[in-house]
């Protein structure tokens, strides 16, 4: 998954939240749980939280991921107002994970039409940036 819808909130009531969509997460967590990466700095969560599959495109397909997720703000417009006035929700965030290839300057662009389907949603945008997996000659 390239591109993910995370919610979470320290005071999230995550199952009535979960109950109310109509879309369902990949992945959920609650307030306390533990926590599955040994990298991160605590060992349970602070709070509850869901990710939710957005565009299942390569990290180095960054306009389909786009495009992929435009579609997924259009469709889902009012399910995401609603989520973003959901009691306890603080975060309600698209995440892009890119490559950022071989190059020591990376930049992206994020379509007009992604930013003002972003916006009318009330999501936030994160740019994930990973460094290349490709073999260099």
């Not at 990710?51 to 579609?71: I, K, L, N």
């Not at 992604?114 to 940036?129: D, G, I, K, P």
Request: proline share 5%.
């Amino acid at each position: 998954m390239s591109c993910v819808l995370r919610i979470s909130g320290a005071n999230l009531n995550l199952e009535a939240l979960l109950r109310a969509l109509p879309i369902k997460p990949y992945r959920s967590w609650n307030k306390g749980d533990p926590r599955t990466r040994r990298s991160i700095k605590s060992r349970i969560h602070a709070d509850s939280g869901a990710c939710f599959d957005v565009s299942g495109a390569g990290f180095d397909e960054f306009q389909r991921q786009q495009q992929d997720a435009t579609a997924f703000l259009v469709e889902n417009c009012v399910i995401l107002q609603e989520i973003s006035v959901f009691p306890g929700v603080e975060y309600s965030r698209l995440d892009f994970a890119i490559d950022s290839g071989p190059y020591p300057v990376h930049s992206d662009v994020l379509s007009l039409q992604f930013l003002r389907a972003a916006a009318a949603a009330c999501v936030s945008v994160e740019l994930s940036h990973y460094p290349s997996t490709a073999n260099e000659d």
